[in-house]
C-alpha cells in the first residue's frame, strides 16, 4: 500500500518563507516524477513544480526565482521551498508521486495542505 503525505504547510505574512515536505510511504516501489500542485476554490489544480528522478526540474512563471523544488531518492522524499511569498499563493498545495512497480506504473496524489500567505 502507498501513502503520499504531505507537510508543513500554514499562516504567513507575505514576503515570508514556508517549507513544504512530502514523504511516499511504503515498499515495493521506485519513485519517477515528484510534482507539488495547488489549487484555490472555483479554479483547477495548477502545475507549480516537478523534479524528475535525475532532478531535472520545471517550475511555474508565477514561482520561479522564489520557489526550490528538492529530493532525496533515498528517503522517498521531496520539498519545496517557498521563499518572498505574495497573497496569490494563497492555496492548497497537493504533492504527487508517479509511483513504479514491475506491474504498474500510477500517479499518487496526497491529501493536501494549506498555504495562506495573508498580514
Known amino acids: 500500500q502507498v501513502q503520499v503525505v504531505e507537510s508543513g504547510g500554514g499562516l504567513v505574512q507575505p514576503g515570508g518563507s514556508l517549507r513544504l515536505s512530502c514523504a511516499a510511504r511504503?515498499?515495493?516501489?521506485?519513485?519517477?516524477?515528484m510534482a507539488w500542485y495547488r489549487q484555490v476554490p472555483e479554479k483547477q489544480r495548477e502545475l507549480v513544480a516537478k523534479?524528475?528522478?535525475?532532478?531535472?526540474?520545471n517550475y511555474a512563471d508565477s514561482v520561479k526565482g522564489r520557489f526550490t523544488i528538492s529530493r532525496d531518492n533515498t528517503k522517498s522524499t521531496m520539498s519545496l521551498q517557498m521563499n518572498s511569498l505574495k497573497p496569490e499563493d494563497t492555496a492548497v498545495y497537493f504533492c504527487?508521486?508517479?509511483?513504479?512497480?514491475?506491474?504498474?506504473?500510477?500517479?499518487?496524489w496526497g491529501q493536501g495542505t494549506q498555504v495562506t500567505v495573508s498580514s
Open positions: 504527487s508521486a508517479e509511483i513504479v512497480t514491475l506491474s504498474l506504473s500510477r500517479t499518487y
Open positions: 523534479i524528475s528522478r535525475l532532478a531535472v526540474t
Open positions: 511504503g515498499s515495493g516501489f521506485s519513485i519517477g516524477t
